[in-house]
C-alpha cells in the first residue's frame, strides 16, 4: 500500500510509521473509543492515536451532522470534538487534539445518533437550502403557536454539543498567584530564547506552554539546529532552564487572558492527563501572574483553504500533518495530495515521502516557476500542477479522490486518502488584542500582526508574523535580554544555535472558487464546526450584513469552541472581495478572553458547596452554639434565629418569649452585621451631607442621628444612624444586607465625585463586636457592665446619645442609646475579640434581672411592631416618600439623588406608601409578598393596590401584624382591604392602621 510500513513496535498501529520524539514507544496502553478498544503510547494525543490506527472520522458537525475528521494537531481544532471519561468526570467537548492519551481512556464521539458511522441527523444535509445563514431569524416564525408545543422542544433537543456529567464533579482546583519580571508564552523558538536570555541574566522568568512538552513548532518539523535534531536543542534548553534558580517552567500551563496591570490569566491542567488526580492533587489550577513584563511568543495557526467539500475526513492542515510524522510517528494518510499557496506547505510533502507514504501531486495555486514546488515535486515522485487548485473532494466517510483544475482549467481526478492543505499560517495574536487593540494587515504575510500593545508586551517569532527559525531565536533572544534589562538585570545575549534557511513565498489563497458563487455544487466550508460555507457570507453581504461584527453574529461565524482560530481570516477574506474592499479595510473582530476554554470549575476554585461563597461568623457565635441557638443564614452571616429552651414546643412559641422579655425586662442580640464604617476627615461633616438626605453638620458631638441615603434615580438605597465621637470623627451603621455596597458607594463618592474633600473611611465592621440591649431594665444591667465613672441617667445620656466608654473595669468600649425594638435600649461595641466574653458577662449580671438572649425572628418582629423599615422595606423600589420619610429631604442642601427624587411620578400620594395592616380576626394568617386588593375587587393586576412587605405574629399585640404599601396609604388608615395570598389560595381581611403597632408616643423610647 503504497510503501508506508509500520514501526517495528507499532503493534496493531498500522499508520505509525516512525519513532516520534515526543511518544515513548516503548511503552504500550490502552484506551477505548466508541466501545472499541484501542492501543498508544505515552505522549500520543487521543487525536494522534486514533490516526495511527487509520482512524480518521472523528465526530459531526453542528448543523448538517456531517461526517468530520481531525483537522489540526493543537488546540484550534474544530471538528474532533469528544467526550471523555464516565461517571462523575464525564467530560464534553473536548478537543481530542489535546487529550493526552493515558491507560484506561474512555472516549466517545459525539452529536451523533444512533452512532458515528450512521448518524440520523445527517439527513439535515438535504435541508441546507433552508438551513443558511440566519434561517433561525426567519424560521418558526408562523404558526405563533407551534413556538411553545413544537419549534422550541426540538431546537432545544438539537442543540448542544456533548453531554455534562450527570453527577457533581468529584475533582477539587485551585487558585493561585505568582509575580515574576519576565513571563514568556509560549516555548517554541522563540520562547525558548527569550527564556534562556532572561534567565541569563538573573531575572525572574515564568515560562508557560500550554503543551505537555516543550519545543513547539520544532517538534513539528523535520529539522536540525547545529546540525543535530532540533528536539536535542529544546532538550538542551530545557535543562539549562530547569538548573536556573529563578526561572520556573509551567508545561500544560495557558495562558488565556491579558488583563490591566501587567497581570495575566493561566489555566494550569495539573491532573488532566491521569485517569485519576492523586489524594489531594488538583485537577486544574488557575494562575493570577503578575508580571513586569510579558513576551508572547505563541506561534501562528495554520489557515484550511475554502474549497468544495473541504470537510470531508482525511482533508488536514499540512502542518498539523508534519505534527503527526515527526512528533507523534503517525502517517495520516497513504496517499497524499498537498494543497499549498506557500513553500512551507511543501515541506509536508516532503515528511510524507521521507516515512514511505505516497505523494500524488502537489497542488500548488502560485504561478507556474513560482516557488520550490516542481523540485520538491520531483524529489517525491509526484505530479506538480502549478496555478492550480482543488475544484473538489470525493468519498462517503473519508476523502478518497480529489478533482484537480490546472491552470489551463483542465481537470484530473487524483485518487488519495489524505490532503494536505496550507492556506498560509496567520499569528496568534490573541493575547495582544484583550485591552482593545486591533491588529494591523500584511500584505506581505497574509495575515494580520499585531499594531498596538498592552504595556510591558513584546511579541517575537511566528506571533509577530516571524516564519523563519534563525529569525525567531534572534528575535526572542533579544526580547528577553531587552525584558530582563527593563527590570534592572543586565547579561549578554545567550548564544543561539544555527538554524537551516527556510523560505515562505506566500501567494494568497483564502479560496478556490470562481467567486464566492461558484460554492453550489458541493459546500465550502468556512467555519467546520459551526457548518458556515462561503454561500452563508455571501447571503449575509446580500443581506447587508457586511460589518465583521455583524457577519459573525448573522453567521454564527466564529462562535463555536475553537472562536474561529481557523476560519476567521478567510471569512474576512471572502466579505473583502464581496464588497470590493481591502482585507486591511474590511478588518477584524476583536479576540476577547479567554483564548482556550477554562471550565467553570478552575474558575470557581475552592468555592463549591459550603465554600462557594465565604461564612462570616459574628463574635458570639460559639457562645451562641453553646447556648442551643438555631442558626440563619442572614448574606455571608450566620445569625442566630432562636434560642429554643427545653419544653417549648416549636419556634413560634420560642419567639414569643424572647419578644415578650424584651418588652417586659430585659435582652440581647449580636448586631454585629450591621456594616460599621469609620469616617474621619475635616470634611467629614460636609461628605455626611452630600451622601445622606438630612442634615449632619449641626450634630453635637456624642450624639448620634438617624440618616437615609437614595440613589441617583431618586429611591431608597439604604438607612442606618451615625454618630459623632469627635469633631471630625463619624461612625456610621449600615443595614447588614448593603454594607459592602454602601462601603463601594462612598468610595465612588469620593474618588470619582468629590475627590476634593479631605475625609477618609474605612470599614470597621470586624473590629467592633456590637450588642443590643433592649427592654425596660437595660439600663439596670448596663449599670453592672459600664464603668461608674460614666452616668448612665437619661438626663445625661440621652436617647440617641454616643459617646466612648470603659466596661469591666477599663476596657475601651463605645456605647449608643439607639433602639430598634422601640423599647429603651441600647448597643454596646467592645473590641471583636471580646464579644463573647461579653455575652457570658451580660448573662451573669442580667440574671437578676430576667435577660435572655434573642434571635434576628424576635428582632424583626420587634422592628415590625415598632414601624422600622428593613431590608423587605428597603428594596430597591421604594422613595423616601414611601416610606413615610419625605419630610427628612432637606431643601437647604443637596444631595445624592435629589433632583431625581422630586420626579413628580416619585412624589405621587397615590403611590404605594408604607402602612400596617392587622386581620380582622387576629388568627388569620398574614404573608410577606401577599397583594392588597379593594374588598369585593377581582383578584387581577389591575385590581391590585399594593403588597405586603414584613409579616409577624406579635405576642405583644396578640395578632398577626403586616407591613405593607398600599396605594394612597395615608388617608386610608382604619379602611379594610383584601389580603390575597396566591400561593396559599387565602383571602384575608385586613384593617389598614398606623405602621406603628406598639408605644406610638414613644415613651419608653426616651425613658
Known amino acids: 500500500m503504497s510503501g508506508v510500513a509500520p514501526h517495528p513496535g507499532a503493534g496493531a498501529q498500522p499508520m505509525r510509521v516512525a519513532r516520534g520524539n515526543g511518544v515513548d514507544a516503548d511503552r504500550v496502553i490502552t484506551f477505548t473509543f466508541d466501545g472499541r478498544t484501542l492501543n498508544g503510547h505515552p505522549g500520543d494525543t487521543l487525536a494522534s492515536a486514533l490516526l495511527a ?72 444535509g438535504l435541508l441546507s437550502s ?118 520556573r517552567v509551567m508545561t500544560r500551563s495557558c495562558v488565556f487572558g491579558t488583563y490591566d496591570g501587567g497581570t495575566y490569566g493561566v489555566l494550569e491542567r495539573v491532573a488532566d492527563h491521569k485517569p485519576v488526580p492523586a489524594e489531594g492533587e488538583a485537577r486544574q489550577r488557575l494562575w493570577r501572574i503578575v508580571a513586569r513584563r510579558c513576551v508572547v511568543a505563541t506561534g501562528a495557526i495554520e489557515r484550511p483553504v475554502v474549497f468544495p467539500n473541504n470537510d470531508r475526513p482525511g482533508v488536514m492542515l499540512a502542518g498539523a500533518v508534519r505534527t503527526y510524522v515527526n512528533r507523534f510517528g503517525v502517517a495520516p494518510g497513504r496517499r497524499a495530495v498537498v494543497y499549498t499557496c506557500n513553500d512551507d506547505g511543501l515541506r509536508t510533502a516532503q515528511d510524507l515521502n521521507r516515512v514511505g507514504v505516497k505523494v500524488a501531486a502537489i497542488v500548488d495555486s502560485r504561478p507556474e516557476g513560482t516557488g520550490a514546488g516542481a523540485q520538491v515535486a520531483r524529489d ?191 471569512a474576512l477574506a471572502l466579505m473583502a472581495e464581496i464588497t470590493e474592499r481591502s482585507i486591511a479595510r474590511t478588518g477584524t473582530t476583536l479576540i476577547r478572553p479567554p483564548t482556550q476554554p477554562v471550565a467553570i470549575g478552575a474558575l470557581a476554585g475552592a468555592h463549591r458547596g459550603r465554600h462557594f461563597k465565604p461564612e462570616r461568623l459574628p463574635p458570639t457565635h460559639q457562645w451562641a452554639v453553646e447556648q442551643g441557638a438555631v442558626f440563619t443564614a442572614n448574606g455571608l452571616w450566620q445569625r442566630a434565629q432562636w434560642y429554643p429552651r427545653a419544653g417549648e414546643k416549636d419556634w413560634q412559641e420560642t419567639v414569643n418569649r424572647e419578644v415578650r422579655t424584651v418588652r ?43 440618616g437615609l441615603m437614595l440613589r441617583e434615580d431618586g429611591f431608597a438605597y439604604d438607612d442606618g444612624t451615625t454618630a459623632r465621637l469627635g469633631e471630625t470623627h463619624y461612625v456610621m451603621t449600615t443595614t447588614t444586607a448593603n454594607a459592602g455596597g454602601v462601603m463601594a458607594h462612598l468610595e465612588f463618592c469620593h474618588q470619582w465625585l468629590w475627590p476634593e474633600l479631605e475625609v477618609q473611611f474605612i470599614s ?74 461579653m455575652a457570658e458577662r451580660l448573662m451573669q449580671v442580667g440574671a437578676p434581672y430576667g435577660i435572655a438572649p434573642y434571635g434576628t425572628e424576635a428582632l424583626g418582629v420587634l422592628r415590625i411592631e415598632k414601624g422600622h423599615p428593613a431590608g423587605p422595606e428597603l428594596n430597591g423600589q421604594t422613595t ?90 395615608p388617608a386610608r388608615l382604619g379602611e379594610t382591604v383584601a389580603v390575597h395570598n396566591p400561593l396559599a389560595g387565602t383571602v384575608v381581611n385586613a384593617r389598614v392602621v398606623s405602621p406603628v403597632f406598639v408605644d406610638p408616643e414613644g415613651e419608653r423610647l426616651h425613658g
Open 380 to 570: 517525491c515522485g509526484a505530479p506538480f500542477f502549478a496555478g492550480a487548485s482543488i475544484a473538489d473532494t470525493y468519498g462517503r466517510m473519508g476523502v478518497r479522490s480529489v478533482l484537480v483544475r490546472d491552470a489551463a482549467g483542465q481537470a484530473r481526478s487524483i485518487p488519495c486518502d489524505l490532503v494536505a492543505m496550507s492556506g498560509g499560517w496567520s499569528p496568534n495574536i490573541a493575547l495582544t488584542t484583550h485591552q482593545g487593540a486591533r491588529p494591523d494587515y500584511r500584505e506581505d504575510i497574509c495575515a494580520f500582526v499585531p499594531s498596538a500593545l498592552p504595556p510591558g508586551m513584546v511579541v517575537v517569532g511566528a506571533a509577530a508574523g516571524m516564519f523563519d527559525t534563525a529569525g525567531a531565536l534572534a528575535q526572542g533572544a533579544q526580547a528577553g535580554q531587552e525584558a530582563a534589562a527593563t527590570c534592572g538585570f543586565e547579561a549578554a545575549l545567550p548564544d543561539l544555535p544555527r538554524a537551516e534557511p527556510t523560505s515562505y513565498a506566500i501567494h494568497a489563497l483564502f479560496h478556490a472558487l470562481k467567486g464566492v458563487a461558484a460554492a453550489r455544487k458541493g459546500k465550502a466550508f468556512v467555519d467546520f464546526q459551526n457548518d458556515v460555507t462561503a454561500k452563508d457570507i455571501g447571503l449575509a453581504a446580500r443581506e447587508g450584513f457586511v460589518s465583521v461584527e455583524h457577519l459573525k453574529r448573522y453567521t454564527t461565524l466564529g462562535m463555536a469552541t475553537d472562536q474561529g482560530k481557523t476560519s476567521n481570516v478567510n
Open 880 to 969: 423616601a416618600h414611601d416610606l413615610g420619610m419625605g419630610r427628612m429631604l432637606s431643601t437647604k442642601k443637596d444631595f445624592i439623588g435629589r433632583t431625581m427624587a422630586q420626579r413628580p411620578v416619585l412624589t405621587d400620594p397615590a403611590r404605594p406608601t408604607l402602612v400596617g395592616l392587622q386581620p380582622l380576626r387576629a388568627t388569620d394568617v398574614l404573608a410577606a409578598g401577599a397583594h392588597l386588593l379593594p374588598q369585593g375587587a377581582t383578584a387581577s393586576a389591575e385590581a391590585d393596590q399594593g403588597w405586603i412587605s414584613s409579616a409577624a405574629w406579635s405576642p405583644t399585640v396578640g395578632s398577626w401584624i403586616a407591613l405593607g404599601f398600599l396605594t394612597n396609604g
Open 764 to 837: 470597621v465592621t470586624d473590629e467592633w463586636a456590637q450588642i443590643a440591649v433592649a427592654g425596660p431594665k437595660s439600663r439596670d444591667v448596663l449599670r453592672q457592665i459600664v464603668d461608674p465613672a460614666f452616668d448612665l441617667s437619661n438626663e445625661a445620656f440621652g436617647y440617641m446619645g454616643a459617646a466612648a466608654v470603659t466596661v469591666c473595669g477599663g476596657q475601651e468600649a463605645r456605647l449608643f442609646r439607639l433602639s430598634f425594638s422601640g423599647e429603651l435600649a441600647y448597643e454596646l461595641a467592645v473590641p471583636a475579640r471580646y464579644g463573647a466574653a
Open 53 to 124: 490506527h487509520g482512524i480518521h472520522l472523528a465526530g459531526r458537525s453542528f448543523k448538517y451532522h456531517r461526517p468530520r475528521g481531525i483537522l489540526s494537531a493543537g488546540p484550534e481544532e474544530p471538528n474532533a470534538l469528544v467526550e471523555l471519561r464516565d461517571g462523575a468526570r464525564r467530560e464534553p467537548n473536548t478537543r481530542a487534539t489535546v487529550a493526552e492519551l493515558f491507560d484506561g481512556l474512555v472516549a466517545r464521539s459525539q452529536n451523533r445518533w444512533p452512532s458515528l458511522a450512521f448518524d440520523a441527523l445527517g439527513m439535515n
Open 664 to 706: 417586659e425586662a430585659v435582652g440581647f442580640c449580636d448586631v454585629t452585621t450591621l456594616g460599621k464604617i469609620d469616617i474621619q476627615g475635616p470634611d467629614a461633616a460636609e461628605f455626611l451631607e452630600r451622601v445622606y438626605v438630612n442634615a449632619w453638620k449641626k450634630l453635637p458631638v456624642g450624639r448620634a442621628r438617624y
Open 130 to 247: 433552508v438551513l443558511g445563514a440566519g434561517f433561525y431569524y426567519k424560521t418558526f416564525m408562523w404558526p405563533a403557536s407551534f413556538w411553545e408545543k413544537v419549534y422550541e422542544p426540538a431546537i432545544r433537543r438539537a442543540a448542544g454539543l456533548g453531554r455534562a456529567a450527570d453527577e457533581a464533579d468529584p475533582d477539587h482546583y485551585e487558585k493561585a498567584t505568582a509575580f515574576c519580571d519576565v513571563l514568556v508564552v509560549g516555548s517554541g523558538p522563540a520562547g525558548l530564547a527569550a527564556a534562556l536570555a532572561a534567565g541569563r541574566a538573573g531575572a525572574r522568568v515564568i515560562l508557560c506552554e500550554e503543551d505537555s512538552l516543550p519545543g513547539g513548532r520544532l517538534r513539528a518539523e523535520h529539522t536540525t539546529l547545529d546540525g543535530a535534531p532540533a528536539t536535542d536543542w529544546v532538550a538542551q534548553a530545557s535543562q539549562v532552564l530547569a538548573a536556573m534558580p529563578e526561572v
